[in-house]
């Protein structure tokens, strides 16, 4: 069967059972909450994937997802320049939940973690109002609150964003090796 390149959260949810989802939020963002079933591979562990997401595909159909459907898509595009076809969830966990579709939040998730668009505005902020401050001493800091604006408004246009891609970085948005190898291990054992 040929998948579409996105499915409503209802087109979705209809074929839940058949598709292997693949979820490629931080692993603070999924422990918040996931599709039933869902696998979490970080956006950046991609490439590392392929050899087990590869062995999936030849399984059955593939559904990426991820907050809003912007990472889901880049994953997508990467997956398809190595040979895996895939589809995302259009409009992500976001719209799965506004669907009123439950989200799984596993019990041992100990912290809470807040989704990348929320920890992107907290830092943009915080740059941004210490540029302002800074400005007051002196008028060159004010080139911080500039250079926030500008990636902002890159980012908006080439629907990516380098201050997530650095914050996806930070511990507490990283997977634990082990966890990142059971579910590599998860995808080839299917």
């Known amino acids: 069967m040929t998948t579409p390149h996105a499915l409503s959260p209802e087109q979705a949810l209809t074929r839940l059972r058949e598709l292997t989802v693949l979820d490629v939020r931080t692993p603070g963002e999924y422990a918040t909450g996931h599709l039933p079933g869902a696998l979490n591979i970080p956006l950046d562990q991609i490439s590392r994937a392929l050899p087990a997401v590869r062995h999936a595909a030849d399984r059955g159909d593939i559904l990426v997802v991820c907050a809003s459907g912007a990472r889901s898509d880049s994953a997508c595009k990467t997956l398809a320049e190595h040979g895996i076809d895939t589809t995302t969830l259009a409009g992500g966990t976001g719209a799965w939940a506004a669907a009123g579709h439950d989200l799984h939040r596993p019990e041992e998730a ?6 990348m668009e929320r920890q992107v505005r907290l830092t943009a902020g915080a740059l941004v109002l210490t540029g302002l401050g800074l400005g007051l001493l002196d008028p060159a800091f004010r080139l911080i609150s500039a250079a926030v604006a500008g990636g902002l408004a890159f980012s908006a246009l080439a629907n990516s964003c380098g ?28």
């Open 110 to 115: 100990s912290r809470a973690t807040w989704d």
């Open 163 to 190: 201050m997530a891609a650095v914050l996806a970085k930070l511990p507490h948005n990283r997977p634990r090796r082990g966890d990142l190898d059971a579910t590599l291990a998860s995808l080839l054992d299917h």
